[in-house]
């Protein structure tokens, strides 16, 4: 966050007016001060050539616009961006290099009374003794990253092959699932966001058929030309209209069934079987669902779970309103 706000203050700030400070310390910023600007916005040198054969009036409104659009920037980020929070701030202790530091073992004890739910308070006080034989530890942390570093650490084992630290792995495990936080779900609404704007007809199954192929496409990095193409696909691209219309037909003749049945004394049997048709409909689609959620489980894809979260509920909702019909079919039969 701080190497980010750095960055777009030096395309238009003097680099004594933000280089000392860092975290809190940005807040106190002053982007929209004049006394802090640089004489000349930085734009690129492609743009620089762009505007070589400008006017100097043209050059000049192009530079107050990006010095502008600079400070709306950062002052938006300012705004945003938590920089006063000290649990972020903490979180340096996880650094390899921080090891030996005396105000990481300060910053460690914070983490963990904040963090109940692992660690109970009565327990600190271990999993202090814990660190402090930890940074004793004598550890290889040149070109390690983060995850690299810790997982040395909980590969550490004592003489009867329990581990080494183990409040300090459980704390620890628990610490560095925050810097990711839920970014991926995140990501997975606001496709099916943009998904329920831009499209007209939208029921379950082209929510699914969508985030399936968006799932599938990033294997590729997203480029369509490295996706390959093999008979057993091109067998299912031309089975797949006809399959859609036999799913069309069959949801048209169930609902002829009903306007039917809405008009006429319908047979007890048949509207039984049309109820335990759409039992197992549902129990098919519930099925699947936990197909999907299990493939994106081992394979770690959140779209795929994500699909089968939904086609579950789906699936959930048809077979209790189903099973409520049968019910209420059976009791009518019984009469």
Same mark, same amino acid.
């Given at each position: 966050?701080?190497?980010?706000?750095?960055?777009?203050?030096?395309?238009?700030?003097?680099?004594? !007016?933000?280089?000392? /400070?860092?975290?809190?310390? =940005? +807040?106190?910023?002053? %982007?929209?001060?004049?006394? #802090?600007?640089? @004489?000349?916005?930085?734009?690129?040198?492609?743009?620089?050539?762009?505007?070589?054969?400008?006017?100097?009036?043209?050059?000049?409104?192009?530079?107050?616009?990006?010095? !502008?659009?600079?400070? /709306?920037?950062?002052?938006? =980020? +300012?705004?945003?961006? %938590?920089?006063?929070?000290? #649990?972020?701030? @903490?979180?340096?202790?996880?650094?390899?290099?921080?090891?030996?530091?005396?105000?990481?073992?300060?910053?460690?004890?914070?983490?963990?009374?904040?963090?109940?739910?692992?660690?109970?308070?009565? /327990?600190?006080?271990?999993?202090?003794?814990?660190?402090?034989?930890?940074?004793?530890?004598?550890?290889?942390?040149?070109?390690?990253?983060?995850?690299?570093?810790?997982?040395?650490?909980?590969?550490?084992?004592?003489?009867?092959?329990?581990?080494?630290?183990?409040?300090?792995?459980?704390?620890?495990?628990?610490?560095?699932?925050?810097?990711?936080?839920?970014?991926?779900?995140?990501?997975?609404?606001?496709?099916?966001?943009?998904?329920?704007?831009?499209?007209?007809?939208?029921?379950?199954?082209?929510?699914?058929?969508?985030?399936?192929?968006?799932?599938?496409?990033?294997?590729?990095?997203?480029?369509?030309?490295?996706?390959?193409?093999?008979?057993?696909?091109?067998?299912?691209?031309?089975?797949?209209?006809?399959?859609?219309?036999?799913?069309?037909?069959?949801?048209?003749?169930?609902?002829?069934?009903?306007?039917?049945?809405?008009?006429?004394?319908?047979?007890?049997?048949?509207?039984?079987?049309?109820?335990?048709?759409?039992?197992?409909?549902?129990?098919?689609?519930?099925?699947?669902?936990?197909?999907?959620?299990?493939?994106?489980?081992?394979?770690?894809?959140?779209?795929?779970?994500?699909?089968?979260?939904?086609?579950?509920?789906?699936?959930?909702?048809?077979?209790?309103?189903?099973?409520?019909?049968?019910?209420?079919?059976?009791?009518?039969?019984?009469?």
């Amino acid at each position: 966050m701080v190497a980010l706000v750095h960055k777009l203050c030096g395309r238009f700030m003097k680099v004594e !007016s933000y280089n000392p /400070k860092t975290g809190k310390d =940005l +807040l106190l910023l002053q %982007p929209s001060s004049s006394v #802090n600007w640089k @004489s000349k916005v930085e734009v690129g040198e492609d743009t620089e050539a762009a505007m070589a054969s400008w006017e100097a009036a043209e050059k000049r409104a192009f530079r107050l616009g990006a010095r !502008s659009f600079y400070i /709306k920037c950062t002052e938006y =980020l +300012l705004s945003r961006l %938590p920089l006063d929070n000290t #649990n972020l701030e @903490s979180l340096h202790c996880l650094h390899p290099d921080a090891q030996g530091r005396e105000t990481s073992a300060c910053d460690l004890r914070l983490l963990a009374a904040r963090l109940p739910q692992v660690i109970e308070a009565s /327990k600190i006080s271990a999993l202090m003794d814990e660190f402090t034989l930890f940074q004793l530890e004598p550890i290889e942390t040149f070109s390690l990253s983060v995850d690299q570093h810790w997982q040395k650490v909980f590969e550490l084992k004592k003489a009867d092959g329990s581990a080494k630290y183990p409040l300090l792995c459980k704390v620890i495990k628990a610490l560095l699932c925050i810097p990711h936080g839920n970014a991926d779900l995140e990501r997975g609404f606001s496709e099916n966001r943009r998904m329920l704007l831009e499209r007209a007809r939208l029921t379950i199954h082209n929510v699914n058929g969508i985030r399936q192929i968006l799932s599938h496409a990033k294997r590729f990095g997203g480029d369509p030309s490295k996706f390959v193409v093999t008979p057993t696909i091109i067998k299912a691209v031309q089975g797949s209209s006809k399959r859609y219309r036999e799913r069309i037909a069959a949801e048209e003749s169930v609902a002829k069934r009903r306007c039917t049945d809405s008009s006429k004394s319908p047979e007890k049997d048949d509207a039984e079987q049309a109820v335990q048709a759409e039992v197992e409909t549902a129990k098919k689609m519930i099925c699947n669902a936990e197909l999907l959620i299990g493939r994106g489980v081992k394979s770690k894809d959140f779209g795929d779970i994500e699909s089968g979260h939904s086609l579950l509920a789906e699936g959930k909702s048809r077979l209790a309103s189903a099973l409520a019909k049968l019910t209420c079919a059976k009791k009518r039969s019984a009469t």
